[in-house]
């Protein structure tokens, strides 16, 4: 029996097959596309719809994929989001081309290539004491303008029942953010030169980051299915930071920043967190998240779906899986099927698994090979699987 996509998504949600694997793309920073491949894909599939940005950020270069467009990718997620407030839309709309782009926390994205931006002004760059943090002009978190609309799309979408929900507000990871404030090198020195620093950094961070999560939870209500926070925790090989310094530090802060949204929420917790994070994937479950993502399988351990399933498909739903570092930019469509199939078959049997590729789809994707993804996921994603 056929399911629409918000059943077939809370199927998966719940450890349970539902008819077909559900597709995640285009709700969130770590699963929709950049300009290139979205105009090629357009293009491919003669589909006239406007370039739209997530967040309505262009600097983040992340597209906000049109409905048209979703429902030929046979997306089961629809999302809410919140924005930029508006004092800081109409200030960068006044800057010289190429002057940075500054957010509501005071970083600075900075043009590397042309369109192509990276956060790169720290505000406390040279701060050198935890006076210097609590005098810093924080985020306003209630200003209403961050949260124009989240209402009204979020109880349109419920209203029409079709999608599942995805809520993915943004800039508000506390780890992330610390380093955006104090800039990497620093910050990571701040850990054990100066830990107290760095643990008022952290507090503070935290802090914002929940105050402006409460008016966005309380503007979807019960209208959202999932809520996407995270923090990026690993690299290619490795954690950035030790094991026992994310115990230490940063982990009582994920696990009070996810009971306060679960306080309000009856939402699924979505973490997305790059990397080999293998070994923290006891520490997640334990602190709450309930859906990981993006699933890195050119990292690590990661590669290891057998292992990853057996050890945590009864606590985890995946969300991820199709390689952006190699399989999607350089595969050909036959090797991009191949590959949705490969992981198909080791992470979506019981249910527990939601396709989308690893992180953004860059400007390296063919438009082919996004199509080959989808198209080779409802072939090989129908259940009984295999």
Request: proline residues 8%; glycine residues 6%.
């Amino acid at each position: 029996m056929s399911l629409t996509p918000r059943e077939r998504v809370l199927a998966a949600l719940h450890h349970e097959e539902p008819d077909r694997v559900p597709i995640v793309i285009g709700v969130s920073n770590a699963t929709s596309m950049r300009l290139k491949p979205y105009q090629g894909l357009k293009r491919l599939l003669g589909i006239e719809a406007p370039d739209e940005y997530l967040y309505d950020w262009p600097e983040l270069g992340t597209i906000r994929v049109d409905e048209e467009t979703l429902r030929r990718l046979h997306v089961d997620v629809r999302g809410v989001w919140d924005r930029h407030p508006d004092w800081v839309v109409e200030r960068n709309a006044q800057r010289k081309p190429g002057d940075p782009f500054f957010d509501a926390w005071g970083i600075g994205q900075v043009e590397l290539t042309p369109g192509t931006w990276f956060p790169h002004i720290h505000p406390l760059a040279d701060a050198t004491s935890i006076e210097d943090i609590e005098a810093y002009p924080w985020p306003d978190p209630n200003d209403p303008s961050r949260i124009r609309g989240v209402r009204e799309r979020a109880e349109a979408l419920a209203r029409e029942g079709t999608y599942a929900i995805m809520a993915t507000p943004w800039l508000l990871f506390p780890f992330e953010r610390a380093i955006a404030m104090r800039g990497m090198e620093r910050f990571f020195m701040d850990l054990v030169e100066n830990p107290e620093f760095a643990q008022a950094l952290l507090r503070k961070t935290t802090d914002v980051c929940k105050a402006m999560m409460a008016p966005f939870l309380e503007a979807l209500g019960e209208n959202v299915d999932i809520v996407k926070i995270g923090d990026d925790l690993g690299t290619q090989t490795s954690l950035l930071i030790s094991p026992r310094m994310y115990r230490r530090y940063l982990k009582p802060l994920h696990a009070e920043y996810i009971a306060f949204i679960k306080e309000r929420t009856p939402a699924k917790i979505c973490f997305h967190t790059d990397g080999d994070v293998f070994p923290l994937l006891d520490d997640l479950v334990e602190i709450g998240v309930d859906i990981l993502n993006p699933i890195q399988t050119s990292a690590g351990r990661m590669a290891n779906l057998d292992e990853l399933k057996k050890r945590y498909g009864q606590h985890l739903v995946f969300c991820g899986g199709i390689d952006t570092h190699r399989v999607l930019p350089y595969g050909t469509p036959e090797d991009v099927r191949a590959e949705v199939r490969r992981v198909i078959e080791q992470l979506a049997p019981g249910g527990g698994y939601m396709l989308a590729a690893v992180h953004t789809i860059m400007d390296d994707v063919p438009p082919e090979n996004i199509l080959a993804m989808v198209d080779a996921a409802l072939e090989y994603g129908r259940y009984p699987i295999g």
